[in-house]
């Protein structure tokens, strides 16, 4: 997937629950069903009170929409368990999918925020936090989404003059791109200014270095015999 095309999914956050699973165990010294789970005298599986994590979903061009939430074991890519999947298709869907998954899971089990695609609605100026906070509660997460909205998703998100903002999201953007761009612009002017100069001091170098080696390579002049 290049750096600039848009992510299949975007996910909205996870949650972590609590239920009665069953427990792997080793097939050589324990008693187990024909997928590894420990059985008990009886030939029931062997229950614990694991740690289940959930994310939830959308798809990345309606984050409002649908929503999925799903165990994130069950995304993991997985080429075992892809049955007749002889051509790789599912595969390579799940594949790109979990890189998309996988940066935001890694920052909650660290504990950090999930970062986003684009700019975070807290660099943004034009929405106050509570604003900021009814917005993410819809799936909105930076000031690209609030720009891109279509006209049946404003309607969905709590807040009045959704119109003007999705106006102002816009103008803020090509604002901070013809920054960014008037930035790059004259990094380059100083890097080739810089790249001039350093030109020209090895030109000088270069030319100091060939005067003197043509001075010791000269022949010396015989001095004459005393008279």
């Not at 997937?1 to 848009?6: G, V």
């Not at 595969?91 to 660290?110: G, S, V």
């Not at 791109?177 to 080739?192: G, L």
Request: proline letters at 6%; one cysteine or more.
């Amino acid at each position: 997937m290049s750096e600039n095309q848009a992510p299949m999914i975007r996910v909205m956050g996870f949650k972590t629950s609590y239920e009665m699973l069953p427990v792997k165990g080793d097939p050589v010294t324990e008693k187990c069903d024909l997928k590894g789970y420990k059985l008990d005298a009886s030939g029931r599986r062997i229950l614990e009170r694991q740690a289940e994590d959930w994310v939830t979903y959308s798809p990345s061009h309606s984050p409002m929409n649908t929503k999925t939430t799903e165990r994130v074991r069950l995304m993991l890519p997985d080429p075992s368990k892809m049955g007749e999947d002889q051509d790789g298709e599912k595969l390579k869907f799940m594949t790109a999918r979990w890189m998309q998954i996988e940066p935001a899971y890694d920052a909650f089990k660290k504990g950090q925020d999930i970062p986003v695609n684009g700019m975070a609605l807290a660099a943004w100026p034009g929405v106050s936090p509570e604003q900021a906070e009814v917005l993410r509660q819809s799936g909105i997460r930076t000031v690209e989404e609030v720009r891109d909205l279509q006209e049946g998703q404003m309607d969905k998100v709590r807040l009045p003059n959704m119109r003007e903002m999705r106006k102002q999201a816009k103008m803020f953007l090509e604002h901070t791109d013809a920054a960014k761009a008037s930035e790059r612009e004259a990094q380059k002017d100083a890097i080739i200014e810089q790249m001039a100069e350093q030109n020209a001091a090895l030109v000088e170098r270069m030319a100091a270095m060939e005067a003197l080696l043509e001075e010791r390579t000269q022949p010396k002049t015989k001095a004459k015999d005393a008279a």
